[in-house]
């Protein structure tokens, strides 16, 4: 036997609790340990007044989601059946761009920190609050963009530990994916340095929300894990793209307020630049987009080709629809590429806001603003509303904007579209190389199994602190709140995979249907719940 084969044999053997196996640990440590390190001197050299301009959050989350693009990029060519090179590159990406997210949230909270010491009724008393006070009111989470910002963050950490041992170096092709998905949305949603009302101020609220997205970001990888689970036992991605059509044919009918397929317009939700009040809530204030509207119909029927194509490969067996079925997608993949293109451009172009705005809108958003004057809309007649509504938005045509930030749900939900577009037609190309790296599994599924081994503790904390603070600031642990409600149901959710695992013996696919269920409830938790079903959590980035 040659000496690299006794090599390998030894290195297979050998336990993971021996002396070689403990000498090797410590390195392979460094592959986050380093870029916690880095990331922490870069917040110190922010702090200390001294640092470049590049050291701005905003520079920094944009370098990190360049970060995760590439490493993507790497991974798939590696994944494609490249050198491995390419992982090694896509695993030094993904840890330059922790570096950058890290750091990013760390200079956050320094950002922080200044608005709060420059507000005119801190300046004189900032210096005599307690230490614990001073974290309360500048801990950078408290709204949906640094949330997903930290929870971003952890998961990426998660993957970098995993990535220490070698059975799992393939984790980046999952995540960094779905990093640089959400990280996407995180920018889009704006980075507005927020404060809370004073009643929610409490030492509780960092543990709370910081379990959240430790947990968050440890349930998107068991997600992603799940996924590639399901790819490699079989499920035939065909099935995943008549799912991800019949989600674009919802998408597009109940997307813009029902309006895309009946009159073919699309519109972005106004804001007031004076004080950055949403005005797409209650009154339904949108601008509309020339030409996105018809794109948007477009999509729709060619999801709906692509549908009918893979529903006949499926009941009929047809291999010639099958392959219409994967071409529609790909002709899909690119009307979505038009469609966020349109809708990016039309919102850098300049534009008469006011004059996008429908005037069958205005009688909806002068009963809103008769509200929030706590005047009962029914008590005035609808030509007063009317014109109360166009009176207002004339006076202040100037102050206002739209952004993805009025409709962060649509925002999410287009990106999720592209990206499962994006998945689905890649599997389609090059599915069976792709999977060839890939482990067995055994293993996808016991890593399965250990994520979301430890996202489930991290849940219930999430819960348990999460009344605590609930019960220090309105008086009462629990109150059926959606976002509560939500969480319980996630919690529930991952519950059920463990509870079917180890008293049923369940694995494998079931297994993994319930980890990407479970992510599912996650998202709208973290994001649907804030702007579909408001309650107390209101304050989480919602006007």
């Not at 993507?72 to 761009?97: C, D, K, N, P, Y």
């Not at 408290?142 to 971003?152: E, M, R, V």
Request: some cysteine; aromatic content about 12%.
């Amino acid at each position: 036997m040659s000496t690299d084969a006794l090599k390998l044999e030894s290195s297979l053997t050998s336990s993971p609790s021996s002396p070689e196996a403990k000498a090797s640990a410590w390195p392979r440590s460094l592959l986050f340990i380093v870029p916690i390190l880095a990331a922490t001197a870069l917040v110190l050299v922010r702090a200390s007044g001294t640092a470049p301009t590049v050291l701005r959050e905003g520079n920094l989350t944009v370098l990190a989601l360049l970060a995760y693009l590439g490493a993507t990029a790497a991974f798939v060519m590696w994944m494609l059946g490249r050198e491995s090179l390419l992982q090694r590159i896509g695993i030094g990406t993904m840890a330059f761009g922790y570096v950058m997210n890290l750091a990013a949230w760390g200079i956050r909270w320094i950002e922080y920190i200044e608005f709060e010491k420059t507000k005119p009724a801190m300046q004189a008393i900032w210096h005599t609050l307690p230490l614990m006070e001073k974290i309360t009111h500048t801990y950078p989470l408290n709204n949906l963009y640094d949330i997903g910002l930290a929870f971003t963050g952890f998961a990426v950490l998660s993957s970098l530990i995993l990535t220490t041992q070698d059975k799992y170096r393939f984790i980046g092709a999952v995540t960094m994916p779905l990093a640089a998905l959400t990280l996407t949305l995180v920018v889009f949603l704006g980075s507005e340095v927020t404060t809370l009302q004073p009643i929610l101020r409490s030492y509780w609220r960092p543990i709370h929300v910081s379990i959240a997205a430790i947990s968050y970001g440890v349930c998107l990888v068991s997600f992603g894990i799940a996924l590639l689970y399901l790819l490699k036992d079989g499920v035939r991605v065909e099935s995943m793209a008549l799912c991800v059509a019949i989600f674009g044919l919802v998408t597009y009918a109940t997307i813009g307020d029902f309006k895309v397929l009946t009159t073919g317009t699309y519109g972005l939700g106004v804001r007031w630049m004076g004080s950055g009040l949403n005005l797409s809530g209650g009154g339904a204030l949108r601008a509309t987009l020339p030409g996105v509207g018809t794109l948007m119909q477009l999509g729709w029927l060619v999801y709906a080709a692509a549908g009918i194509a893979l529903a006949v490969y499926f009941f009929r067996n047809d291999q010639l629809a099958r392959q219409w079925g994967n071409r529609l997608m790909v002709a899909a993949l690119i009307v979505q590429v038009l469609i966020f293109g349109a809708i990016f451009y039309r919102m850098k172009s300049p534009m008469d806001i006011n004059a996008a705005i429908h005037p069958g809108q205005h009688q909806a958003f002068g009963a809103w603003l008769a509200k929030r004057s706590d005047i009962d809309p029914a008590t005035l007649a609808p030509q007063q509303l009317q014109a109360e509504g166009a009176r207002w938005l004339n006076q202040n045509a100037s102050a206002l904007e739209i952004s993805f930030n009025s409709n962060p749900v649509e925002l999410a939900t287009i990106l999720t579209l592209i990206a499962c577009t994006v998945f689905v037609v890649l599997f389609a190309w090059r599915g069976a190389a792709m999977l060839e790296k890939l482990p067995n599994l055994d293993t996808l599924d016991d890593l399965t199994y250990k994520t979301v081994s430890v996202a489930f503790p991290l849940l219930l904390m999430m819960l348990v602190t999460g009344a605590v603070w609930a019960n220090e600031s309105w008086g009462t642990y629990w109150s059926w709140d959606p976002k509560e409600t939500w969480a319980l149901v996630t919690w529930l959710a991952y519950a059920g995979y463990l509870h079917t695992r180890i008293v049923h013996g369940w694995k494998g696919r079931t297994s993994a249907y319930f980890a990407v269920l479970g992510f599912i409830f996650v998202l709208f938790t973290y994001l649907g719940v804030s702007f579909l079903l408001p309650g107390l959590h209101s304050y989480a980035g919602v006007d």
